[in-house]
């Protein structure tokens, strides 16, 4: 199964090459990368339950 996301920030930054996580019990289960469109596609196995998307916003620039 892939989950797609577009992801976009209020500041107008890029969000091009942010690595993600997605989350099941607060688990990693699947790795994407952002794209210059700010699409980032998961491949996970069907599943019931919650899940989350974890950032790693130490990549981001602090102006």
Do not use: N, W, Y
Request: hydrophobic share 50%; glycine share 10%; charged share 20%.
């Amino acid at each position: 199964m892939t989950i797609t996301l577009k992801l976009e920030l209020a500041s107008g930054q890029s969000m091009k090459g942010a690595p993600l996580e997605l989350l099941a019990k607060g688990v990693p289960i699947a790795r994407a990368v952002v794209d210059a469109q700010g699409l980032a596609a998961f491949d996970a196995k069907p599943g019931a339950g919650e899940l989350a998307v974890r950032v790693d916003r130490s990549i981001l620039k602090i102006a």
